[in-house]
């Protein structure tokens, strides 16, 4: 099932929690959903899944609007809400029993559910256990599952890797990808590298609209704008060396990265390149070019550069 989000404004009060937004995700596709604090991220999410009503603007999910068919969009989302409520008292094997029958998983489909369920989210070791005798990692896998138990066509997950180790973060992120392959998934998340390596695209909101919508290299090479490249030149005197590279048509700005070693940062005019040229120069000039590496902007840069104006 894909997504569709035309006009999105949700109001509370006079804040505009969600101004006008429209996207589309598509089956099989897993798009990140970044913002700092308060950008809309959750009340975007919230919204698909019809748990809160927009001010203005229409969602659909497949064939069904979020206006005449709530209760068919809820049956083919599972969701992982951020502070993921759980019952503690119950064991972990009642607790998804209880879900199942929730979300409408026919009774004699339930212990298959519940042991697949187990199995994908690795809790052989703690299905016996009560809710509040887990770690927090576990919690998570026991949220993840609840949000899978009714094999949904859409996942919205919320922050799921809150409060797991690396390792744990890693099995998740490979669980969302396999999941992503046939369902439609959308994942909120502040740790950037964990949204790069799980999402097959990255829409990043601010103050309520979309200020970014592409895969993680489109928004460097986007944000990037003008090629930056770290020189390393040997046998020379550096600031002859400085004064050769500033002389380049190409060349906007030449700083020191390391004296030692003789490292510069050279960043070049927009729209332009400077490597044949600074080869060329090594060349000319007897010099030892051992290093001439482009550096690519990094996402957080990106996020910094959309979010902090």
Not at 72 to 92: A, T, W
Not at 198 to 227: F, P, Q, Y
Request: hydrophobic share 40%; aromatic share 6%; charged share 25%.
């Amino acid at each position: 099932m894909n997504i569709v989000v035309e006009n999105l404004t949700k109001i509370y009060g006079l804040q505009r929690a969600v101004d006008n937004i429209s996207f589309q995700v598509e089956t099989g596709e897993v798009l990140g959903f970044l913002g700092p604090n308060g950008a809309g991220k959750s009340t975007t999410m919230k919204s698909i899944t019809t748990y809160l009503t927009p001010s203005s603007g229409t969602i659909r999910v497949g064939n069904y609007n979020i206006y005449d068919h709530p209760e068919e969009i809820r049956r083919n989302i599972g969701y992982l809400p951020e502070n993921n409520p759980l019952y503690p008292d119950m064991p972990v094997i009642d607790y998804l029993k209880f879900v199942a029958g929730l979300q409408g998983v026919e009774p004699s489909q339930h212990k298959a559910r519940i042991l697949e369920m187990v199995h994908v989210c690795g809790l052989e070791g703690e299905k016996h256990k009560k809710i509040a005798e887990l770690s927090k990692g576990y919690r998570q896998r026991v949220g993840l599952a609840q949000a899978l138990i009714h094999d949904p066509e859409v996942l919205i997950l919320d922050e799921p890797t809150t409060g797991l180790d690396p390792n744990q973060i890693v099995e998740i992120r490979e669980l969302i990808r396999k999941i992503g392959r046939q369902k439609t998934v959308i994942l909120s998340s502040h740790i950037l590298a964990e949204v790069e390596a799980t999402c097959d695209r990255i829409m990043i909101i601010n103050k309520g609209k979309i200020v970014a919508d592409g895969t993680a290299d489109a928004l460097r090479k986007h944000a990037g704008g003008k090629e930056i490249l770290h020189v390393t030149i040997e046998d020379a005197q550096l600031n002859e060396v400085h004064q050769q590279l500033m002389k380049l048509e190409s060349v906007e700005m030449v700083d020191f990265v390391n004296k030692e070693n003789g490292t510069f940062e050279v960043q070049s005019k927009t729209g332009a390149s400077s490597r044949k040229a600074i080869f060329m120069l090594c060349v000319q000039n007897n010099w030892v070019l051992t290093r001439l590496n482009p550096i690519e902007t990094r996402l957080e840069d990106v996020f910094r550069e959309l979010t902090l104006s």
